[in-house]
């Protein structure tokens, strides 16, 4: 009988005792002859080799919200005088391997050597695009962050970071990132995501996938992590419970083909769907234009992105496609006015 090498606990509705599923949603398991019909296929648009960025010097410390985009899923969180990363990736590129695997086509929007004291990290999953060993070791070394992430991930992180701090939760768990009384507390919801995750192909689904929902002074952010749409139940469990996000980062990117990817990525007219699910105030769209990961050209998210958005009838500038190095300050919704 297999056995998980990253996580013993108690079944749940979406853990079977080895592995993670999404309960009730469509596999998100791909065999040989899926990925082969899909290759074969020869769909894959042809993306440049590089794509120009102006990088950004963040300031050491910002006392309302900020977000800055590095690339893919990477994001740069300044709230209330902490910065946070979201699924930090400085590689070249998102594989295991340094000469095999996608290629980034932007460099990163913050130069390393220009971060600014970074005092947590959100993980949402283990996939070599969100989960990059060789940054962690960097973070770890240069920042001495504390990590958070789903069940699981810690052991990875672990085995290569042994000295990492980590906080680690299920779905719904709520994780301290700064104490602090009078409200100045910071702390990240782990949000349920339609997914997967795995390192190899013997450890498929053995680690959980998640989204973030950072609770700060300054505002709230959604990070939403890789997810499909499925039912949608998810997304409206998270307005239920966690209220509408001042700030929402959602994945835009690595759609197509749909018969593959509709059940772990979304599509740009999926994302809108999320964003007015939960009434974001506003939102910035990742996970497109760093690493060629499936067939759509470049630019088809950005532009897919300001047609779903025109067919609904929302102000582009409240859901902006995120751009390497770009900064964004948001105005929580309560003190508009």
């Given at each position: 009988?297999?056995r998980?090498?990253?996580?013993?606990?108690?079944?749940?509705?979406?853990?079977?005792?080895?592995?993670?599923?999404?309960?009730?949603?469509?596999?998100?398991?791909?065999?040989?002859?899926?990925?082969?019909r899909w290759?074969?296929?020869g769909?894959?648009?042809?993306w440049?080799a590089?794509?120009?960025?102006t990088q950004?010097?963040?300031e050491a410390?910002?006392?309302?919200l900020?977000?800055?985009m590095?690339g893919?899923?990477?994001?740069?969180?300044q709230?209330?005088?902490m910065?946070?990363?979201t699924?930090?990736v400085w590689?070249t590129?998102?594989?295991?391997?340094?000469?095999?695997?996608p290629k980034r086509?932007?460099a990163?929007?913050?130069?390393?050597?220009d971060?600014?004291?970074?005092?947590?990290?959100?993980i949402?999953?283990?996939?070599?695009?969100?989960f990059?060993?060789?940054?962690l070791r960097r973070?770890?070394a240069d920042h001495?962050p504390?990590?958070?992430?789903?069940?699981?991930?810690?052991?990875?992180l672990?085995?290569?970071v042994?000295?990492?701090?980590?906080?680690?939760?299920?779905?719904?768990d709520?994780l301290?990132?700064?104490?602090?009384?009078a409200?100045q507390?910071i702390?990240t919801t782990?949000t349920?995501a339609?997914?997967?995750a795995?390192?190899?192909?013997?450890?498929?689904?053995?680690?959980l996938?998640?989204?973030?929902?950072?609770h700060?002074?300054?505002g709230?952010?959604w990070?939403?992590?890789?997810?499909g749409?499925?039912?949608?139940?998810?997304f409206?469990?998270?307005?239920?419970?966690?209220?509408?996000?001042d700030?929402?980062?959602i994945?835009?990117?690595?759609y197509?083909?749909?018969?593959f990817?509709?059940?772990?990525?979304i599509?740009?007219a999926e994302a809108?769907?999320?964003f007015r699910?939960?009434a974001?105030?506003w939102a910035?769209g990742?996970?497109w234009?760093?690493f060629?990961l499936?067939d759509e050209?470049?630019d088809?998210?950005?532009?897919a992105?300001a047609?779903?958005?025109?067919a609904?009838a929302?102000?582009p500038?409240r859901f902006v496609?995120?751009?390497?190095?770009?900064a964004h300050?948001v105005?929580?919704?309560a003190?508009?006015?």
């Amino acid at each position: 009988m297999a056995r998980n090498r990253y996580y013993q606990g108690p079944t749940s509705d979406h853990f079977d005792g080895v592995r993670f599923f999404n309960p009730g949603q469509p596999s998100t398991d791909r065999g040989l002859r899926a990925l082969l019909r899909w290759k074969l296929a020869g769909g894959a648009a042809r993306w440049p080799a590089a794509v120009p960025v102006t990088q950004a010097t963040p300031e050491a410390a910002v006392a309302g919200l900020r977000v800055t985009m590095v690339g893919h899923a990477s994001v740069l969180i300044q709230a209330a005088g902490m910065n946070i990363l979201t699924d930090p990736v400085w590689s070249t590129r998102a594989s295991p391997f340094a000469r095999l695997g996608p290629k980034r086509v932007t460099a990163p929007g913050i130069a390393y050597e220009d971060l600014p004291p970074i005092h947590a990290v959100l993980i949402s999953h283990c996939h070599y695009d969100h989960f990059d060993v060789a940054t962690l070791r960097r973070l770890q070394a240069d920042h001495a962050p504390l990590f958070a992430l789903p069940l699981g991930n810690d052991a990875i992180l672990k085995a290569a970071v042994p000295d990492a701090r980590c906080v680690v939760g299920d779905w719904w768990d709520r994780l301290v990132l700064r104490e602090g009384g009078a409200g100045q507390g910071i702390a990240t919801t782990l949000t349920p995501a339609y997914h997967w995750a795995n390192r190899w192909p013997s450890d498929v689904r053995m680690a959980l996938w998640s989204g973030h929902w950072l609770h700060t002074p300054a505002g709230s952010v959604w990070f939403v992590g890789d997810t499909g749409y499925g039912d949608g139940a998810i997304f409206t469990a998270v307005a239920d419970r966690l209220g509408a996000p001042d700030a929402a980062l959602i994945p835009i990117g690595a759609y197509e083909p749909r018969w593959f990817m509709a059940a772990q990525h979304i599509n740009p007219a999926e994302a809108v769907r999320i964003f007015r699910q939960v009434a974001a105030g506003w939102a910035m769209g990742i996970h497109w234009g760093t690493f060629q990961l499936t067939d759509e050209a470049r630019d088809a998210p950005r532009l897919a992105l300001a047609t779903a958005l025109s067919a609904a009838a929302i102000p582009p500038r409240r859901f902006v496609a995120g751009h390497p190095g770009e900064a964004h300050d948001v105005t929580p919704a309560a003190d508009e006015g």
